[in-house]
């Protein structure tokens, strides 16, 4: 009988083990760890009680406001083509030539697509000491998209990549999104599909529906800012869909293909989450005098500036 407990006993011990070492870690923003999401009691959950306050209208959750400084960051987004696609005029990557355009710019936080892995640290060190690099991989573990960000963001959370899978006999390949939460903003950066309209509106609403659940209304005081290349046209259903949940925030300026640009394909949004913000000024860039900015890529970045209060 004892032997029988005893064993029973490690049994179960081992099971638990086993558990702790396969389990993996949900990876939730800050903000909600230890809320329901996680299998805790959200202090806002339901005890089941009836208070008879109930007039059957659906109440919008306040979102929490920033107590800071009006801060303004001036967001760019750039497709580099793995910082190759002139290499062999150049004879070398392109990391000097794209350094040398967004410090022109001016822009302080960058979202890279067609990056491969390590090259968003190799591109911070060009711009500069104390500039942080984040990968997300898309199709498989060295390619996908980068972020990259100047010394005074901090960063509070870099999450792994939100996989954008195939959805049809057209979609080229599986994309991604890449997400790091900063002190005052949310970043992320995505590249969808060149092939299929399905796979790009299934991009939209896998997108979506990440960022409203983790940074909707009532969730968050931090704006959340989406970038990438899009791979159509503002016409397109893709960004009509965008528009649902999202903020078209850049300009309506053509950024591919360099030297010669005939559509805009690159896009900066903002969330509809409550968060209060003012839209700035907006352009695709052309032309800059530091370097030749045909030889960076064979995109042209486009930024947006976007106002908004400081967390503290």
Request: glycine share 8%.
């Given at each position: 009988?004892k032997?029988?407990?005893l064993?029973?006993l490690?049994l179960?011990?081992?099971?638990?083990?086993?558990?702790?070492?396969?389990?993996?870690?949900y990876?939730?923003?800050?903000?909600?760890?230890?809320?329901e999401?996680?299998?805790?009691?959200?202090?806002?959950?339901?005890d089941?009680?009836d208070?008879g306050?109930d007039d059957?209208k659906?109440?919008?959750?306040s979102?929490?406001e920033?107590?800071?400084?009006?801060?303004?960051?001036r967001?760019?987004?750039?497709?580099?083509g793995?910082?190759a696609?002139?290499e062999?005029?150049?004879?070398?990557?392109?990391?000097?030539e794209?350094?040398?355009?967004?410090?022109?710019?001016?822009?302080t936080v960058?979202?890279?697509?067609?990056?491969?892995?390590?090259q968003?640290n190799?591109l911070a060190?060009?711009?500069?000491?104390?500039?942080?690099?984040?990968?997300?991989y898309?199709?498989?573990?060295?390619y996908?998209?980068s972020?990259?960000?100047a010394?005074?963001?901090?960063?509070?959370k870099e999450?792994?990549?939100?996989?954008?899978?195939?959805?049809?006999a057209n979609?080229?390949?599986?994309?991604?999104?890449?997400?790091?939460?900063?002190?005052d903003?949310v970043?992320?950066?995505?590249?969808?599909?060149?092939?299929?309209?399905?796979?790009?509106?299934?991009?939209v609403?896998?997108?979506?529906?990440?960022?409203?659940e983790?940074?909707g209304?009532?969730k968050?005081s931090?704006?959340?800012?989406l970038?990438?290349d899009?791979?159509?046209?503002?016409a397109?259903?893709?960004?009509t869909?965008?528009k649902?949940?999202?903020d078209?925030?850049?300009a309506?300026?053509?950024?591919?293909?360099?030297?010669?640009?005939t559509?805009?394909i690159?896009?900066?949004?903002?969330?509809k989450?409550?968060?209060?913000y003012?839209?700035?000024?907006?352009?695709a860039v052309?032309?800059t005098?530091?370097?030749d900015?045909?030889?960076?890529?064979?995109?042209y970045?486009?930024?947006a500036?976007i106002t908004?209060?400081?967390?503290?």
């Amino acid at each position: 009988m004892k032997k029988n407990i005893l064993l029973s006993l490690i049994l179960v011990c081992a099971v638990a083990c086993v558990g702790k070492v396969d389990l993996p870690e949900y990876d939730t923003p800050p903000h909600l760890q230890g809320t329901e999401q996680e299998g805790g009691k959200d202090e806002g959950e339901d005890d089941g009680k009836d208070d008879g306050k109930d007039d059957g209208k659906e109440e919008t959750p306040s979102t929490p406001e920033a107590s800071g400084a009006p801060m303004t960051v001036r967001f760019i987004s750039y497709n580099v083509g793995k910082f190759a696609k002139y290499e062999k005029d150049l004879g070398h990557k392109s990391y000097p030539e794209v350094a040398a355009v967004i410090n022109e710019i001016g822009g302080t936080v960058v979202g890279l697509n067609e990056t491969n892995s390590g090259q968003a640290n190799e591109l911070a060190k060009a711009l500069g000491t104390g500039w942080t690099g984040y990968f997300a991989y898309a199709a498989n573990a060295t390619y996908g998209n980068s972020i990259v960000a100047a010394p005074q963001y901090k960063v509070v959370k870099e999450y792994s990549r939100i996989a954008i899978p195939k959805v049809d006999a057209n979609t080229s390949e599986v994309r991604s999104l890449g997400v790091v939460e900063y002190e005052d903003f949310v970043f992320c950066v995505t590249h969808l599909d060149h092939m299929s309209i399905e796979a790009r509106k299934s991009g939209v609403d896998i997108i979506t529906k990440w960022a409203l659940e983790n940074y909707g209304p009532g969730k968050t005081s931090k704006p959340v800012i989406l970038l990438g290349d899009m791979n159509c046209i503002p016409a397109e259903v893709t960004i009509t869909k965008f528009k649902e949940n999202w903020d078209w925030v850049s300009a309506n300026e053509n950024t591919f293909p360099c030297p010669n640009p005939t559509k805009c394909i690159d896009f900066v949004f903002v969330l509809k989450n409550g968060v209060e913000y003012t839209k700035g000024d907006s352009h695709a860039v052309h032309s800059t005098t530091t370097t030749d900015i045909t030889k960076a890529s064979d995109h042209y970045p486009i930024y947006a500036d976007i106002t908004f209060k400081a967390q503290k």
